[in-house]
């Protein structure tokens, strides 16, 4: 397992019989891998790469004969890719994606490849070791948005919230909406936020550990992140595994919220859509509680790890099941996997 981004050992190491490298942020070193590892490359060679800009390490590998299969997340496969990319993608034996609509992005952006296959894998988030009161902020309710906030990805609803917060305190006075995250747009909402006069309604909380974020799903009213630009949402499972109803926008969040049931789903693009969602959930304490209990349910049913490592395993024709039959049966080495970690929300 190789990770461009993670520092030494990072958060993964040495795992049973898998062995983690971790570039901390080197692309030299990253490609050096690569090049080592081309000598002992060849057809019993398996290269997963999980984002399309690793792609290209894999070509020199595949020169000997190695297979690439390449899971695709979201907003970067829905651009038009560099040549590099191309390449791999043209010589990809494997397409894998999060989501039926990160699938249809892709070929939407990507003319020429309406004929291949990607096999949808949706992730999922493991299950919480212990069970857990909420130990989170007391007293007046609110809503949660945990996500990147960076300049170039100002997709994910942070600006919409923060203007339809004044309308939301208009009625409930005491409601709070709790922003989780970092990224370098954080201090421009948050200037946004002191204009509308929302400093103490919409606290900034920054990057928060595992724990501290699990204790404000666990206390939070509902999630709220009407984002046009998801590829899948893995807070929506966050949450969602926690007992909370979800608001989403139209989009791969579709494939995890039950519209109505385990939350609601919205058009970002209409404000009066989602101020009315945010307003119907703390109007309606048990109509939320419902769709909570509905989230968990459909987490334990639909979004397990088993279910996961059998849609990785089908697609890599690991594993029979439907569609194994048209793919040649790999035996991949151990020690030519690579990879990185994915985002939260991405």
Not at 86 to 94: G, S
Not at 199 to 224: I, K, N
Request: proline share 5%.
């Amino acid at each position: 397992m190789w990770s461009l981004t993670d520092g030494p050992l990072g958060a993964l190491g040495e795992t049973g019989s898998v062995l983690c490298r971790c570039a901390s942020g080197s692309k030299v070193r990253f490609v050096r891998w690569a090049l080592q590892a081309t000598a002992r490359s060849g057809r019993d060679t398996l290269v997963v790469a999980l984002h399309i800009h690793l792609a290209p390490v894999a070509l020199p590998l595949m020169a000997r004969g190695a297979r690439l299969a390449l899971y695709l997340h979201g907003i970067e496969a829905w651009r038009r890719p560099s040549l590099l990319e191309r390449a791999a993608l043209r010589r990809a034996w494997v397409l894998m994606a999060n989501s039926h609509h990160t699938a249809a992005r892709f070929m939407a952006a990507n003319p020429g490849h309406e004929s291949r296959r990607v096999r949808i894998c949706h992730p999922t988030v493991p299950v919480e070791s212990t069970s857990r009161t909420s130990r989170g902020p007391a007293g007046a309710p609110f809503a949660l948005i945990v996500g990147r906030m960076a300049a170039e990805e100002r997709y994910k609803g942070h600006d919409l919230l923060l203007e339809l917060w004044p309308t939301v305190v208009a009625e409930f006075p005491e409601a709070r909406l709790l922003v989780v995250g970092d990224g370098d747009d954080r201090a421009r909402l948050e200037s946004k936020a002191a204009a509308l006069g929302m400093r103490e309604s919409v606290p900034f909380l920054g990057r928060m550990s595992d724990e501290a974020l699990a204790d404000l799903y666990h206390a939070c009213s509902f999630f709220v992140m009407p984002s046009t630009g998801e590829g899948f949402g893995l807070v929506f499972l966050e949450a969602m595994r926690a007992g909370k109803a979800c608001i989403g926008g139209v989009g791969a969040a579709e494939e995890i919220i039950e519209d109505g049931v385990t939350g609601l789903v919205v058009d970002p693009d209409r404000a009066d859509h989602v101020l009315g969602a945010v307003l119907r959930l703390f109007r309606e304490p048990e109509t939320r509680a419902g769709m909570g209990r509905a989230g968990a349910a459909r987490i334990a049913r639909e979004f397990t790890e088993a279910r996961f490592r059998r849609s990785i395993r089908m697609a890599l024709g690991l594993e029979g099941g439907p569609g194994s039959s048209s793919v040649e049966r790999p035996t991949p080495s151990a020690d030519a996997t690579s990879g990185a970690p994915g985002h939260r929300s991405g």
